[in-house]
């Protein structure tokens, strides 16, 4: 699996449901402690969107379209 985004839990779940509108399966990564850290704050980590290998290019277009 590839990392095709990171950013807030807001951000992730809006390009989530981009990829999967395109027909691209993903999953998050590091959704919990993105939802448990302030996003107003800008303390705590990214959440990452993960896309299969095959999926990457179709994933990376969809992502920078955004």
């Known amino acids: 699996m590839k990392e ?3 950013g ?18 993903c ?12 996003p107003y704050l800008g303390v705590g980590g990214n959440v990452k969107i993960l896309v299969n290998d095959e ?3 179709q994933a990376s277009k969809i992502v920078a379209s955004r």
């Open 4 to 6: 095709v985004f990171s």
């Open 8 to 25: 807030s839990l807001w951000e992730a779940e809006i390009v989530k449901g981009l990829l999967q509108a395109g027909g691209v399966g």
């Open 27 to 38: 999953m998050l990564k590091d959704e919990t402690l993105g939802a448990i850290t302030s």
């Open 55 to 57: 999926d990457y290019l």
